[in-house]
């Protein structure tokens, strides 16, 4: 079974890995080479586990890589974020991620939200579908796996729905405070500015104290997202387990699919709708 | 007596304005002569210390609107300069301020129209601003409107002001942050929900061929919407300052201590970039020190 880890990713020479000091990697490049493993991989192994006839133990198996895979792209944005508070400006705002993604992040990633909202996604779709589509004859092979997902989030247990309940009322316990430090770690830096402006030195100073507060937050939501991701494959069967993992990957490759992209920054906005301003009504500054 | 803005902090924008130009002047120099990531179509010097990525925001920055983002924050410090010799000159004019309040109207309007759906990234995460610039003070792209408020109870923390003053300000705090908390909970139901709207995740109901720019068109309209609803909001906070809690003279006084600290902000944001050591050689890149 491959395995796949850091130092696979980023493969040292012999006498470089006796080296004490650690290994130096651009981010951007550890990121793609991560998101290329899930594209190619990963991606393309759960999928076969779930369509084919499997044994139980290799789709466990590939589960647990997958699972394994997300939760190493936390890793490393924990320790790109302690290494060095300067290197949190760019893991908020990654230029890793193209401009399709880049507006869908939440202090850097995936919002917390999405995570269960994909799990109740395929419970919907699972409870909503069932006599429809048992009636289908030829199917592609996308949907004989879709059909066999379906079967998967047949009448969930109530047990379950207890399970995704708590998870949910978790997150709806921490996530807002996320903004709300953000918000106040903000406030702060501004007020610091205003109060005790001396020019350069104060903004710089004012910066670290709130960059320090920013690393803060952005280790805790990364903590939620790799405990509801965790939590939700825990409490989940096998294959439900691999549905949801697929289907996250699904996402985030979806994002780089290279057709889409190009149709994306091609696109226009017709000007009826670019013309929209969200109600902005334009009052003018003279109270016109 | 209205909210002041202490002469000790405007005797210190005047010395700081030597050292703020010289840092972006320097600044401009040194990313010139990269040669890939200035917006060449900006005619200005001292504001041309934005750094962008890639090398293809080139193309867009000099095609598009973000383009004439420097021209903005110079036309800025101009403004800002001329009402500075006008409160020295103690002749400020209510047209001034109305003029500097329309200039900051047509600024955030005329940002809120994108031509293509790749503008909307970039009206949120302008490349113009420097990480950390982002990191600090972004909210939808742009100052976050009660940081503005903050900056000026910053500034007004060393002066006296009436206790109707004070209740005007508080007032229009907690207004401002009610409808910023609105518009952070728009955008966030937009990043939760996304996953049931884009069409990634397979599964036939979502996989009509061409449909796909459609659901992807329909999400961003909502973030342009949620961006729409910031900019005006930025607006309307800078116009309720100055039409209920600064005077004439204070606001003036505000406009330019806020372009000025904008500057700073800008120029150390832009200097952190730069690079600090042999191990992070290319500035576009995020280095990471680790144990891979």
């Known amino acids: ?288 | 007596m209205k909210k002041t803005v202490p002469q000790f902090l405007w005797n210190s924008y005047e010395a700081t304005d030597r050292e703020i130009r010289q840092e972006g002047e320097g600044m401009s120099r040194e990313e010139g002569s990269k040669g890939d990531d200035v917006d060449e179509s900006d005619g200005t010097q001292v504001i041309q210390c934005m750094i962008t990525f890639r090398k293809q925001d080139i193309t867009h920055q000099k095609e598009g609107y973000w383009g004439k983002y420097g021209l903005w924050r110079q036309e800025q410090k101009t403004r800002a300069a001329r009402l500075q010799k006008q409160l020295k000159a103690r002749w400020e004019s209510e047209e001034s301020i109305h003029d500097q309040l329309n200039r900051f109207h047509a600024h955030y309007h005329r940002f809120i129209i994108p031509t293509k759906l790749n503008d909307v990234s970039q009206l949120l995460m302008p490349s113009s601003a420097p990480p950390h610039e982002l990191a600090t003070l972004a909210w939808l792209g742009d100052w976050r409107p009660s940081s503005i408020l903050e900056l000026l109870c910053g500034l007004a923390h060393c002066s006296s002001s009436s206790s109707s003053d004070e209740s005007n300000m508080s007032q229009l705090m907690h207004e401002i942050r009610i409808e910023e908390a609105v518009i952070d909970e728009e955008m966030a139901e937009i990043q939760a929900t996304c996953v049931l709207h884009l069409p990634f995740v397979n599964s036939p109901q979502q996989s009509g061929d061409g449909d796909e720019m459609g659901c992807i068109e329909t999400e961003f309209r909502k973030i342009q919407s949620a961006i729409a609803k910031a900019q005006q909001l930025r607006f309307k906070t800078l116009e309720l300052l100055v039409k209920k809690v600064l005077g004439q003279t204070k606001a003036a006084e505000f406009f330019v201590a806020f372009v000025k600290v904008q500057e700073v902000i800008h120029n150390h944001a832009a200097k952190l970039k730069l690079p600090k050591g042999p191990l992070t050689i290319p500035v576009k890149h995020l280095v990471i020190k680790g144990s891979f």
């Open chain 1, 1 to 288: 079974m491959p395995h796949f880890s850091f130092s696979d990713l980023f493969p040292t020479s012999t006498a470089a890995a006796k080296k004490p000091t650690p290994a130096t990697v651009l981010f951007q490049d550890y990121y793609n080479e991560w998101f290329k493993t899930l594209k190619t991989t990963l991606l393309p192994l759960i999928h076969r586990s779930l369509t084919d006839p499997s044994p139980p133990a290799l789709l466990s198996s590939h589960v647990h890589l997958l699972l394994h895979h997300f939760l190493s792209y936390y890793d490393a944005l924990d320790l790109a974020a302690t290494v060095s508070a300067d290197n949190l400006p760019h893991l908020l705002h990654p230029p890793w991620r193209n401009s399709l993604e880049r507006p869908f992040l939440f202090l850097g990633d995936l919002h917390p939200y999405l995570l269960t909202n994909l799990l109740r996604k395929f419970l919907r779709e699972g409870g909503s579908e069932s006599e429809s589509d048992t009636e289908r004859e030829t199917q592609t092979d996308s949907e004989a796996a879709w059909q066999l997902g379906i079967t998967a989030w047949k009448d969930p247990s109530d047990e379950l729905m207890v399970k995704i309940e708590q998870i949910e009322r978790g997150l709806r316990l921490i996530v807002p405070s996320f903004s709300e430090r953000m918000k106040k770690a903000q406030a702060g830096f501004m007020k610091k500015v205003g109060e005790q402006w001396i020019g350069t030195a104060t903004v710089a100073e004012a910066m670290k104290i709130e960059m320090d507060e920013m690393v803060s937050v952005f280790l805790d939501a990364n903590r939620a997202r790799r405990s509801v991701i965790s939590e939700i494959v825990g409490t989940l069967n096998l294959y439900q387990g691999a549905l949801f993992l697929e289907g996250l990957a699904q996402f985030l490759v979806g994002f780089k699919d290279p057709g889409l992209v190009r149709k994306f920054k091609r696109h226009r906005i017709p000007s009826t709708v670019a013309g929209i301003s969200g109600g902005a009504g334009g009052k003018s500054a003279d109270g016109n």
